[in-house]
């Protein structure tokens, strides 16, 4: 999975790429995908505390490719985190509604809606 990180006023964007799972790294060695939750993590040391996940180009996902989002959503939330996701394709989508995550999500199909909102301060999940 690629992951280029852009920056909105004081949200910070991450536009995710390729096949959100686990099991890539493992199957074609270290470097080769980035784990979703590190990074969130970092971001939070750095200071970044409004965070947008965009889904739209992932091509692949499995359940430990969801599980890293939740992962990530939990790593965060006790660090003040504010997690949206951003056009999950079906295949995300699908995942998050069979392992009832989609309620704890707050999932936005337009950018600048999603923007707005957490400018405004509006938690993940809320």
Not at 22 to 33: H, I, V, Y
Not at 43 to 49: E, I, M, N, T, V
Not at 99 to 111: V, Y
Request: with cysteine.
């Amino acid at each position: 999975m690629d992951c280029t990180i852009r920056h909105i006023h004081d949200v910070t964007v991450l536009d995710l790429k390729g096949r959100l799972s686990l099991g890539e790294a493992l199957a074609f060695g270290p470097g080769s995908d980035i784990v979703l939750t590190e990074t969130i993590r970092d971001l939070l040391k750095a200071g970044h505390k409004k965070i947008l996940l965009n889904l739209a180009a992932i091509t692949y996902a499995d359940s430990s490719g969801v599980g890293q989002l939740a992962g990530a959503l939990a790593t965060g939330r006790t660090r003040g985190l504010e997690l949206k996701l951003l056009s999950p394709v079906k295949q995300v989508r699908d995942l998050l509604r069979v392992t009832h995550l989609e309620s704890i999500f707050d999932i936005q199909d337009d950018e600048a809606a999603a923007l707005a909102s957490l400018s405004q301060g509006t938690a993940a999940g809320a």
